[in-house]
T-cell receptor, first 112, second 111 residues
């Protein structure tokens, strides 16, 4: 089983719909992240959380919100999806000391 | 803001060839990480570098933390078909000390 699990793996939705992507981890890491991947743009940070009560905006947080329900769970929401939010989304975890990121398998979102 | 340039964007090589890719930064970094992403999967950490000049190997992969602390390279020796994927560098440092990613190098290996 994957240490960082994302659901759903694939989702097609329509403009204006609310979407939630969920992430759970069994690595016991405190830090969790949501990234967005677009062709030619690499990975860009949406939100990150260093602890259950800590939420921080990344470089592209507009149009997104997150919830850290527990140490092991970090969800990403799109309140009203738009087509340019079509992308591959990754959840990641890390340990504070090394900062090395461990990624989930990704959630491909298509907004029509 | 901080910029991270990764090159080349893509490489198409024959099995058995050696490969080299690099990343350069506009800022001094204190950490360089190299990841590989297989099709349909999330990135997986290959090598982590924490000191200027550090040279680290992982099987046929070798990465170095540049002495200026503004660059890093990854070499793959004797490539095989399963090396296919997208390779990302990531660096941490500068004013924000946040981890930023390069745009990736797509590697295709012809058997």
């Amino acid at each position: 089983d994957a240490d960082v699990t994302q659901t759903p793996r694939n989702r097609i939705t329509k403009t204006g719909k609310r979407i939630m992507l969920e992430c759970s981890q069994t690595k016991g890491h405190d830090r969790m992240y949501w990234y967005r991947q677009d062709p030619g743009l690499g990975l860009r940070l949406i939100y990150y959380s260093f602890d259950v009560k800590d939420i921080n905006k990344g470089e592209i947080s507009d149009g997104y919100s997150v919830s850290r329900q527990a140490q092991a769970k970090f969800s990403l929401s799109l309140e009203s999806a738009i087509p340019n939010q079509t992308a591959l989304y990754f959840c990641a975890t890390s340990v504070a000391i090394t900062g090395e990121l461990f990624f989930g398998e990704g959630s491909r979102l298509t907004v029509l | 803001g901080q910029q991270l340039n990764q090159s080349p964007q893509s490489m198409f090589i024959q099995e058995g060839e050696d490969v080299s890719m690099n990343c350069t930064s506009s800022s001094i970094f204190n950490t360089w990480l190299w990841y590989k992403q297989d099709p349909g999967e999330g990135p997986v950490l290959l090598i982590a570098l924490y000191k200027a000049g550090e040279l680290t190997s992982n099987g046929r992969l070798t990465a170095q933390f540049g002495i200026t602390r503004k660059d890093s390279f990854l070499n793959i020796s004797a490539s095989i078909p399963s090396d296919v994927g997208i390779y990302f560098c990531a660096g941490r440092g500068g004013a924000t000390n946040k981890l930023i990613f390069g745009t990736g190098t797509l590697l295709a290996v012809q058997p």
